[in-house]
């Protein structure tokens, strides 16, 4: 991956600074006193980078790392992940659905709706536009207007997702908890992704959602044990279709789907998985 991944505490504070000074190739920097860990860090060019940590810390510098200063990301929230495509335009992402955009090289961090209260662990931008995300319970998300807007993508797993690379537009992957390794296949929607871990399924299945009572999002898994189409839709208790969740062929899988449920109110509400061959439904609660 172009992002490097640290776990960076205070490393003088346990002795360590002196350990890297007597290193080969690499020298000791302490961007700032209060020392908040780092989970990941990224340099767009040899000169401007960006670190980004615990209780919404974002460092960056202009010089290479020889100083760091704090940008403002206006959360608390630990970030994990942070990459550019360019100077100006970069994402980061972090806990309780945390997405996080700026198009000015990080003088301001605007917060994006990611439609989920899952952590978020790995970022991707392909473009100025074009973005994916990964996190709990086999979350993936992406952009491809600037983050405007977040679209679920299933993943076929409840694992957490933990990284994402892409070769180019048509060829990436996925790896995270369990041994899980995920391969982007490309097409025009961009929402196929093979679990290469799993055996194909042997039968239909339709999973309760998680978590269930929800707000504002849950998450719907359900398996097909082979190709045709699949159409998974939202009811309201009179029987009113409130949204369509899938609707068009799949390949034989395991899929994971999220509901933002957005501005739907509290209410019971029954959803549907419907096959050339099955038909199966369950109810779920959303609580404002």
């Not at 074009?130 to 998300?141: D, S, Y």
Request: proline content about 5%.
């Amino acid at each position: 991956m172009r992002t490097l991944r640290l776990f960076l505490p205070i490393l003088a504070l346990c002795g360590f600074q002196d350990a890297l000074a007597q290193g080969t190739g690499w020298t000791w920097q302490n961007p700032l006193p209060q020392g908040n860990t780092l989970h990941a860090v990224h340099f767009a060019d040899a000169a401007s980078g960006w670190a980004v940590g615990d209780a919404g810390t974002i460092l960056h510098t202009a010089d290479g790392g020889q100083t760091w200063t704090v940008q403002d990301s206006n959360t608390a929230r630990t970030l994990a992940d942070v990459h550019f495509t360019d100077g100006q335009a970069g994402w980061i992402v972090g806990d309780r659905g945390t997405i996080l955009h700026t198009g000015d090289g990080g003088a301001t961090w605007r917060a994006q709706a990611s439609g989920t209260s899952f952590r978020f662990y790995d970022v991707e931008p392909l473009d100025a536009l074009t973005a994916w995300v990964v996190g709990g319970e086999g979350t993936i998300l992406r952009t491809t207007d600037g983050g405007v807007t977040w679209t679920s993508q299933p993943s076929g797993t409840p694992n957490a997702l933990l990284g994402i690379d892409f070769l180019d537009a048509e060829t990436g992957w996925i790896s995270g908890a369990g041994g899980t390794i995920l391969r982007f296949t490309g097409n025009a929607t961009g929402t196929a992704a093979e679990d290469e871990t799993d055996a194909p399924p042997e039968a239909f299945a339709l999973a309760q959602n998680y978590p269930n009572p929800f707000n504002p999002s849950t998450t719907i898994r359900f398996t097909v044990p082979e190709a045709g189409r699949v159409r998974l839709q939202v009811f309201d208790v009179l029987g009113r279709l409130v949204v369509t969740l899938a609707d068009g062929p799949h390949a034989a899988g395991r899929y994971t789907v999220t509901w933002q449920a957005g501005a739907a109110p509290s209410g019971v509400y029954v959803y549907r998985l419907q096959t050339a061959t099955h038909t199966e439904e369950k109810t779920m609660i959303l609580l404002r």
